[in-house]
């Protein structure tokens, strides 16, 4: 038998357009071979691909399920192959009609896989996709599958601010993508492109899937907004058949894990002496002496600030349907109370789902999500003496006998202290701070879907999302701001912000086979989208009556600085086509285009990604055949451009600013017109420019899997701040100039190690390799990018964070420390005086007070004799080296157990607590009163006390040095299930289809080196400026009890 | 396959459907320069904008006056690394301020000329805006070409980041652009007695006349050398003085008091830099009087650091020190400190002498806070303004242009003798005597000039004119470097001089001063615009 194809292709870039223009099919046959395929629950199924077995010979099945075959009496076996279900083989037997039922696949290399517009086999992938195990994810009891993603895709890392419920942590695949802009991921919710949803809309227990798109061949048919990576979420749907309820409730506790160790009063007072000073020392007078206080417990207010919180979760899923319609209906209820005082998050999430076919060709649904979010509690780490924790540390943990009469502890200040001393009760104050965060949720889609035609659908999708923030602000009398200290009275402040993201989406997707072996899809399609973005916000001060709350902000003064009024909108317009070919399941070749207009960007307004990805599927060459010990094997190649275009709607334009007042002969003129910035009109988005190439094996029949992603990532035009000579009239203006570059390795390693009736272990294994470089920075190169992470006001021009030019990003920037100077240093004059040695190398950065004996001593790197601020270097990572996870499932009879780790390694983290509260130059600031300090601090340099690296009281400078570089490696027992299944049989009595009860925790064992609350933390956070850690909120343990009913 | 060509139709027209319209969004929360400069009042706001930039701290607003521009009148009495104190490296960042901020400020004005004849407005008030903008661009660019030399010239404003190689315009074209713009000027602001003058930070028609005798004088000496300009100068200067709008302040003292009170002389007082004490926006103040000023930190009478002091050549300038009846001495050079712990307001009783060898030592006494309303401000909030032009600097290079083209004829002689009048304090009711200020009759050409510019020493010391006129008269290296032999000179008691405060820091001063040499005639050309604007070359020395 012989086959002859014509096919004539043409792909139209400039349009995005494919068409097909030829069809012609020609078949010479003896035998006719009829059926009709089938799914197993009875449903025809169309576009199965039916192929003679080792012949040249195929064909699909028709949206009736029906398939016609020719065939010669040497075909003996027909395979039938679709997405989503069981590859099967039928001997044909002389048979001229066979009807068959497919299984869908649950797992394995057929498994489906979402990547946005399309989905696919996960062995037909050609680019570099990562699927989260999402069984394995919702076993975490949290509120946001963000929380829990951290380790479980090779590839993601997860910054996570702090442990505060309902923060958001920062999520970067393959590295850090951009300098100034945003660097998180593109997300595709449901078909619906979304840059920066409120990842807490989404219940972790309402996702069906999730796909990480790592490299550009999946990532460039999102243009530019695909650089950073996009995560494809879908949820849950109906399903046909009868209705099934599924409820998921937990109820747990949160603890503090680590807590600071303080000084204990004894050490404290004998502190206050060090520091003021003996005689006036107020905690020795009234006859008391350092003695009397030795076995005084005093107040620990770390303690009174943390408590047990709780975690309390209800999702319900009701899910049903026919053969024309499916339904799912879903709410959850979330609420936990944090381990800090007031700070509290709760979660309320309603969504609905539909799916109806009309007639035989069409098929229309939609999906409605409501989720209103509450955050209550205030940032712990405003900065310096505002700090919660700053207050936590330092408050005095016993009273001098003046002020043995006053009840500190329900005092909002320390009638002790002097005037100036800001200082606050931290419970009081806390917990008196109104700060709301009211995020309300609106995602809806709605989507037609027609089949034109055998393999031709249209689909049509709109959306919107909306999201309506409120941001509440009290500060009544017993708070930082509002209170005696405070010059504005009682006072708030309300912001209303909504953004409206609308979107169209147009598809037209083609899927054929040609002859036997030439599987072609194609997709093409339009994309609109339209961002609104609008804020209000009043604020008053001196509100006469504070009982009133936010309601007094109208009987207030109302401040011209504390109101905001924005109103801007971007969109964007985009066409785009994607083709999958291979032949035979051999040769795999994808290409993608897509074209961004954006209205961010005037001359360059339209923005081109293209990409291209090969694979060959070796383990398909006859020369594999005859073993089976190597199941699967490809090799991957792609090669992509993707966008980032996170830039102001109008960063292009020249702006006039109204800020300057002029004031002439006493009086105010008027605002002044100061065109602020200089227009660029050649603004235009960052490009990623990635190339992959991956491995995949299988062996044993798949039981084990092995990945293996090389990549290189170069991502040009990098927005950045490049300075203008001044007789431009500005210093600097933002253009696309930089570049950098991400390079890495992952490896995925997953396998099913034991698979018996009773015992089943299952393990999966990720671990991810990235450095990335500055490549080019302005023209001409600057040196680098410093970064200030202003906790601190006198750190707000000390740079914390280098990121030097063919070096990585974010690294800690600083002196080395050498101990400190010590008498045998020093020469000591007729007088008294200390004067260096020498050979001792001094110190700018300390003069004023000279260094004196006890002073920190750092490496004098360029050996000039003087500490400058030439002698600062790298003094850490800020990145680690990898990053990982490895997650375990077993089984035994009905008990389930799932464990996973997950790690970080080589990151270090500059624990700016230990500046301030253990012998950096602000621990004993001279205008504030005692000040109690970290336990260590006890080991301080006295005169008699040398031995120690621990300052002298206050002779040090504001700087960095290694003495406050912990090493931030860790890992960490982050989710621990444990659960029993209770038999069918005995369940099945009760009308119920399945129960589970577990144990779920978080967090249960951290090993680290790191002296703070937690390694998982980045206060100030950004990209630049990835590892600094100061009063931050701790993240808890969490421990809680739950179970997973199906009715 | 009908069906499909239809679907695929339809679908084409999703792509290519009105489609331009949907990415054209207006920026609707915040203006740009293309959408502004409709009204009046739009332009008014853009100019203020430039204004204002004249009282920041390094261009007008006192650290610029009392930190880069010592010569022999008065020094900067602190080590730190000050223009003043000669030596820096060029990559110190005060020059950068400076230089960022003066073409900041030409930019704004540029911004303004391009898009004011848009606006819809009367055409006379469009034109004194036209002219206001003229003006200070003018002014901007003789100060740039004074102090840099040969620096970039723009017009028209900056459109492009991609727009930053410009070369070094030759000086003389400098100029001749700041002649072209202040001349325009002078024929569209307002007189002082129009309504539409707006007080002591605007131009009158009389300012922009002083300024371009002052800029033409300046072009008859270094670099130019240009004598033909001396006529230029002594028009402008005559037109000024044929106005009447001006006259000399009978009391030299009540000169600088009005700065301090806020009350504007404008017989007197032709441009001020106008301050404000505004207890909630600092940047409306200004460091005159703070900087310099008899030196005071607890307030009692005014905040100020007192880090400009007097040379001895100046305090003797005004004769002998025993005897001068010149009255501008003890006011310029404050001849005693305040006690420490001032807390009273009796100034009587607050005041210390300084002894009569103490000539180092000396505050720079014009601007004195205790003057000011409100003498309690906060450290650094002064609202004294500062005098750009004084009428006896326009008598002053009348007389200097008039004794260049015709010798010391009467004219010139009248016009240094007013200043010298009102110096000795002859207008004051009940003077007699009047003619014993005034300088010798009989002088030769020569002799003239130097008298002249001798007044000009005594009569504008510390108001930042002083070393312009050395530069232009080709004296000011020789000049500053002289210093050092008057302060080492043995007939007075060394030590008193060097160390008469607490720590010799007169005497360190003048030491730096003595670093002098050739390219302190310019200031350096910051790095930054020497790295990114590739067609600039370094001033030499630098």
Known sequence: MRAKIDYFLKFLRGTTLLLLLLISYQANAQVKVTGIVRNDEGSPLENVTVRVKDFNVATKSNEVGQFNLEIKPEHKILVFSSIGYKTMEVPINGRTVININLNASASGLDEVVVMGYSSTRKKDLTGSVGIVNMEDLQKAPVQSFAEALGGRVAGVQVVSPDGKPGSTPNILIRGLGSITQDSRPLYVIDGVPIEDPDNNMIDPADIETMTVLRDASSTAIYGARGANGVIVITTKKGKKGPSVVRYNGYYGVNQPYKYYKLLSPYEFVRLVSDQFGAASNPYLTGGKSLEDYRNVKGTDWQDLLMRTGTSNNHSINISGGDNNTVYSVSANYIKQTGILIASDYTRYQGKLSLDQKVGKRAKVGGMLTYTRNLTTGGDPSPGATSSLFFSAYTYRPIAAPAFAEFPIEDLLYDPQNDAGDYRLNPIISYSNELRNRINKNINGTAYLEYNIARGLKFTTRGSIYSIEMRNEVFNNSKTRSGGPYSSLGINGTVTNISRDVLSNTNLLQYNTLLGANHNITAMIGTDLQETNYKAFAVGATNIPDETLGISGIDAGIVQQNRANATLTKNTLMSGFGRVDYNYAGKYYVTASFRADGSSKFQQHRWGYFPSAAVKWKLSEEKFFKGQSFISDANIRLTYGEAGNNRVGDFDYAAKLDFTSQLYLQGSLVGLNAVTQTLANPELKWETSVQKNLGF???????????????????????????????????????????SLSNRGMEISLGADLVKNKDFSFSTNFNISFNKNRLDALSDPDEEGILTVVNWEPNFASTPAFISRIGGPLGQIYGYISEGLYQYEDFDKLPNGTYVLKPHVSGSVVQIGRGVPPGAEKYKDINGDGMITDDDKTVIGNGYPIHTGGWSNNFRYKNFDLNIFFQWSYGNDIINANRIWFNGGELTYRSNLGPQNAFAEYVNRWTPTNTNTDIAKIGSNANVYSTRYVEDGSYIRLKTFNLGYRFPTKMMSRYKIKALRI???????ITLTKYKGYDPEVSTYSSGLSPALDYSSYPRPITVTGGINLTL | MNRLFITVSIFLLFICGGCKKILDTKPQDFLSPGTYFNKAEDATAALNAAWQMLTRKEMYGGTYQFRWLTTDDCFTALSAAFPANLGLDASNSQYTTRWNQMYQTIQYLNVVLANLPK????????????????????????????????????????????????????VAEIYAQVLKDLTEAETLVPTTASAMYGGAGYAARTTVQAMLARVCLSMTGYPLNDASKYQDAKDWAQKVVESHEHALNPDFTKVFINYAQGVIDKKESLWEIDFNYVPTYTAASGYIGYLDGIRQTNNAFGNSAGQYRVTRKLILSYGPYGDTKDLRRDWTCVPWFWKGNASTEDIEANKTYWGPTALYSRYFGKFRLYYCPETFTAAGQSPINWPMIRYSDVLLMLAEAENAL??????????????????????????????????PDGLSKEQFQEELQMERYRELAGEGLRKQDLIRWGIFISNVKGLLSDILDPTFPAEANRNATTSGQSYYSVLNLNKVSERDLLFPIPPAELQYNKMLKQNPGW
């Open chain 1, 696 to 738: 995949d094996l299988g062996f044993l029949n798949n039981r084990l899997n092995l990945t293996v992603e090389f990549y290189h990532n170069k991502i040009k035009d990098l927005l950045y701040r490049t300075p203008l000579p001044g007789n431009t009239g500005y210093t600097s203006t933002i253009k696309n100039i930089a």
């Open chain 1, 998 to 1004: 577990y144990v779920a925790a978080s967090n249960l």
């Open chain 2, 406 to 439: 015709n010798g010391p004829t009467p004219l010139a002689y009248n016009c240094i003798n007013q200043v010298r009048e009102r110096a000795w304090g002859k207008m004051l009711p009940g003077a007699t005597d009047i003619e014993e200020s005034h300088i």
């Open chain 2, 119 to 170: 606006v819809v407005m009367d055409e006379t008030e469009k034109g004194v805006i036209r002219g206001e903008a003229l003006f200070l661009r003018g002014f901007l660019y003789y100060e740039l070409a004074k102090e840099w030399g040969a620096v970039p010239l723009r017009i028209t404003p900056t459109e492009s980041p991609n727009d930053v190689n410009i070369p070094g315009t030759p």
